[in-house]
């Protein structure tokens, strides 16, 4: 009997093996160390909201997800070359941005923050002649391109994500960082010597960027309604910002697939 067992057994693992390999991948290129969106643990393991997202969509499509490290600028073209199927890492939806590519419908409302030392800067007024820093190609950076030589603001330094900014404003190489408030209100609550001390107003939204007009586009905003109907997306609002969100948010709201005007 135990002869026939075993290679019954083997077979049904080596079938299982093959039918995991054979998956196809969704490539999905993310900005690693963009908290709390995608970074990694202490294990060294990729996790995050987006990152708990993307899992969802992709066993939803029934591929495999396959995280891929990449500057946040060169997200843009890692998608329209076709490198990966699609990119996430907080990224705004805007008219210039839907010129080029694809977005699916919104999961994030956001506005832009000002976070400095402790005893640093009390608002934006308090930054003229001084140091900002931005993500590279960000909406931070793009606020500062058009805001910044009205507040005076000083020189700007460009950041490939959150962790090197850090860095340097507490070493005190620049006086402020704009970026994302939900990130850096994550970043600084365990963090004494950092606050953010200002939002900036700037409805942004979020959401997983594609190719222009690629089919993959309307096949993750079909899936993102479905997250929202059954309240998955509101669960993983709780669990990373540690409060449901709020009614009439993209979190839970179902809109329409962005449209290049």
Same mark, same amino acid.
């Given at each position: ?80 070359? +076709? /490198? @990966? &199927?699609?990119?996430? !890492?907080? #990224? ?6 839907? $010129? ?71 070493? +005190? /190489? @620049? &006086?402020?960082?704009? !970026?994302? #408030? ?6 600084? $609550? ?72």
């Amino acid at each position: 009997m135990l002869k026939k067992i075993i290679p019954s057994a083997v077979l049904a693992a080596a079938m299982a093996f093959g039918t995991a390999q054979a998956m196809e991948k969704l490539e999905v290129g993310a900005n690693i160390g963009n908290v709390p969106w995608e970074f990694q643990d202490a294990d060294g393991k990729f996790t995050g909201f987006e990152v708990d997202l993307a899992a969802v969509v992709a066993e939803k499509l029934g591929r495999e997800l396959d995280i891929v490290n990449i500057p946040f600028n060169g997200l843009f073209s890692a998608v329209q070359s +076709g /490198r @990966i &199927d699609m990119a996430m !890492s907080s #990224i705004t939806i805007t008219g210039e941005r839907l $010129k080029s590519v694809s977005f699916a419908q919104p999961y994030y409302d956001s506005d832009q923050s000002l976070t400095v030392l402790a005893d640093g800067p009390a608002s934006l007024d308090e930054m003229e002649g001084k140091t900002v820093g931005v993500d590279t190609g960000s909406t931070g950076d793009m606020w500062v391109t058009e805001n910044g030589p009205g507040l005076k603001l000083g020189e700007v330094s460009r950041y490939e994500g959150l962790s090197p900014a850090m860095l340097d404003l507490t070493a +005190g /190489r @620049i &006086d402020g960082y704009i !970026s994302d #408030i939900p990130a850096l209100q994550y970043y600084v $609550k365990d963090k004494p010597n950092l606050k953010v001390v200002q939002r900036i107003a700037t409805g942004e939204k979020y959401s997983f960027m594609f190719a222009k007009d690629a089919p993959l586009a309307a096949q993750v905003d079909g899936i993102i309604t479905e997250l929202k109907q059954d309240g998955t997306l509101a669960a993983l609002h709780e669990k990373w910002f540690g409060a449901a969100p709020e009614a009439g948010t993209s979190t839970v709201t179902v809109l329409d697939m962005p449209k290049a005007e």
